[in-house]
């Protein structure tokens, strides 16, 4: 069984940072592609970033040269590194793992349906 299990969310002001991580189990870490999408109050979950088994990052237009994801394949856990954070930032997000074909990836990484796992949310607060 898999599981993922994020931590690191919190309350920070404007402008802050803060770094979530995701803890994975049950398989072979390297073997799966990485997603964190987040979700607002009344609003649809959205990408944020993914990142492929051969450690090729992905960002949303709305984070792009302020969030970096990362992972350790050795402790089986991937990062999202957080900077110059906004209100807008503000929502509960998930990291979730893709287990399916590698084949035209890059075309799918936003795509919340091709992710097979996904862990319980973490909450993230930026106040202006």
């Known amino acids: 069984q898999v599981q993922l299990v994020e931590s690191g969310g919190g309350l920070v002001q404007a402008g802050g940072s803060l770094r979530l991580s995701c803890a994975v189990s049950g398989r072979t870490f390297s073997s799966y592609a990485m997603g964190w999408f987040r979700q607002a109050p009344g609003k649809e979950r959205e990408f944020v970033s993914a990142?492929?088994?051969?450690?090729?990052?992905y960002y949303s237009d709305s984070v792009k040269g302020r969030f970096t994801v990362s992972r350790d394949n050795a402790k089986n856990t991937v990062d999202l590194q957080m900077t110059n954070l906004k209100p807008e930032d503000t929502a509960v997000y998930y990291c979730?793992?893709?287990?399916?074909?590698?084949?035209?990836?890059?075309?799918?990484?936003?795509?919340?349906?091709?992710?097979?796992?996904w862990g319980q949310g973490n909450q993230v607060t930026v106040s202006s």
């Open positions: 990142i492929s088994w051969s450690s090729i990052a």
């Open positions: 979730a793992a893709d287990d399916g074909p590698r084949a035209g990836w890059s075309s799918r990484v936003k795509t919340r349906g091709i992710y097979d796992y």
